[in-house]
């Protein structure tokens, strides 16, 4: 039983357009859920992470949406630049400790 | 600061051989994980431990032994190598703020 299901698997989009990758989650214990950029060779890195007392965040280009009720948070991209090419990963954790991570989106931002 | 530390880099291993990789961080955080990372599956958590001396099993933990002697060091066996243990691992740690750190990977080919 996969716990949190990412979308899509691959994205294109175009040098200065909205990327928008969505999660859905079913552990409502989850308490904790940050978004992983990745790249090439190298290990994930924290991009932007949300608690579930906020419906909204946003750091710079990078905005997380956060619908408690729907069980569901997405991971919007403004003006995407050709260095956001990545893989994202969402990620849902319990105050526990463990971490579940979504299979991945790749993001490819064309010039 | 390094933070986190994986060794070796990459590894070729014949079916049936073991190996042990090492996992090192310098930020004195008590939570620390090993994951695989398979094309398409996103990050699966194998093993991880919440402080010196303890470890839990993950999603995967078949195969695969851990031992946290040390608080800064993290070791993932593998006694008998098989061909579906092909993959990238990545070992993180956890800061207070549940941030995970990741080192930069160790890439196993069985044969």
């Known amino acids: 039983q996969q716990q949190v299901k990412q979308s899509p698997q691959s994205l294109i989009v175009q040098k200065g357009g909205i990327s928008i990758i969505n999660c859905a989650y079913e552990n409502t214990a989850f308490d904790y859920f940050p978004w992983y950029q990745q790249f090439p060779g190298k290990g994930p890195a924290l991009l932007i992470a949300i608690r579930p007392d906020v419906s909204e965040k946003k750091e710079g280009r990078f905005t997380i949406s956060f619908n408690k009720s729907a069980k569901q948070f997405s991971l919007h991209i403004m003006d995407s630049q050709p260095g956001d090419s990545a893989t994202y990963f969402c990620a849902a954790s319990t105050n526990a400790g463990k971490s579940t991570f979504g299979d991945g989106t790749t993001l490819t931002v064309k010039p | 600061n390094a933070g986190v530390t994986q060794t070796p880099k990459f590894r070729v291993l014949k079916t049936g051989q073991s190996m042990t990789l090492l996992c090192a961080q310098d930020m004195n955080h008590e939570y620390m994980y090993w994951y695989r990372q398979d094309p398409g599956m996103g990050l699966r958590l194998i093993h991880y431990?919440?402080?010196?001396?303890?470890?839990a099993k993950g999603e995967v933990p078949d195969g695969y032994n851990v031992s946290r002697l040390k608080k800064q060091n993290f070791l993932l066996g593998l006694e008998s190598a098989a061909p579906s243990q092909t993959s990238v691992y990545f070992c993180?740690?956890?800061?207070?703020?549940?941030?995970?750190?990741f080192g930069a990977g160790t890439r196993l080919s069985v044969l």
């Open positions: 431990s919440v402080g010196e001396g303890t470890t």
């Open positions: 993180a740690s956890r800061d207070r703020d549940d941030i995970q750190y």
